[in-house]
């Protein structure tokens, strides 16, 4: 059982290049999010799915597409990368058919760097 | 519009100190309120949680107060050790909407020896 699992660890990307951080579960959770965390800002919400072929936007979309076609996997796409988007990435997993358990399980994190 | 303020930014306590984390929240709906820590290089983990029924909730040397009326909630860290270093985020979500935490800003903890 491994939890959340994301990759890369690391990435550097050149102004507008595109790149997908991968994200899976093996928990059969339901919901699935992407935050992003930057200095002074705590953990901002990006994207999130409540299920398959379910996904809805978070604070900070912009610049960033997801999809769900899974219950496993959650995947993040830079469609042209930024500078701005510099950021350690964060995905997590909640919920299960047992409602007392709302913790969310984080991955290690994407540490990506655009120049 | 931020939903969920957390202070301070930093705080700095010797070893067998009290550490004392504050949030507060707006939005009424919000009826679970978990705590995360996160060493550097990890992703945040679940430390504790409480939901409004409840004033205080304790675990160990960690201790969650809940004030409904205020809308506020503040995390309490007994004999604060070196090892307690760390950022602690504290979150709030509706449990009966999307699992989707909303997080405060979190507050880098260091606890000197």
């Known amino acids: 059982n491994a939890g959340v699992t994301q990759t890369p660890k690391f990435q550097v990307l050149k102004t507008g290049q595109s790149m997908t951080l991968q994200c899976a579960q093996d928990m059969n959770h339901e919901y699935m999010s992407w935050y992003r965390q930057d200095p002074g800002m705590g953990l901002r919400l990006i994207h999130y799915?409540?299920?398959?072929?379910?996904?809805d936007q978070g604070e900070v979309p912009n610049g960033y597409n997801v999809s769900r076609s899974t219950t496993e996997d959650f995947p993040l796409r830079l469609l042209s990368a930024a500078p701005s988007q510099t950021s350690v990435y964060f995905c997590?997993?909640?919920?299960?058919?047992?409602?007392?358990?709302?913790?969310?399980?984080f991955g290690q994190g994407t540490r990506l760097t655009v120049v | 519009q931020q939903q969920v303020k957390q202070s301070p930014q930093s705080l700095i306590v010797q070893k067998g100190g009290i550490s004392i984390i504050n949030c507060a929240y707006e939005?009424?709906?919000?009826?679970?309120f978990p705590w995360y820590q996160q060493f550097p290089g990890k992703g945040p983990a679940l430390l504790i949680a409480i939901r409004p029924d409840v004033s205080e909730k304790k675990e160990g040397r960690f201790t969650i107060s809940f004030n409904k009326s205020a809308k506020q909630f503040s995390l309490h860290i007994m004999d604060s050790q070196p090892g307690d270093s760390a950022t602690y985020f504290c979150a709030a979500m509706t449990s009966g909407g999307s699992y989707i935490p909303t997080f405060g800003r979190g507050t880098s903890l260091i606890v000197h020896p």
């Open positions: 939005n009424t709906a919000f009826d679970y």
């Open positions: 799915s409540v299920g398959a072929g379910i996904t």
């Open positions: 997590a997993s909640s919920y299960s058919s047992h409602r007392e358990n709302t913790e969310a399980f």
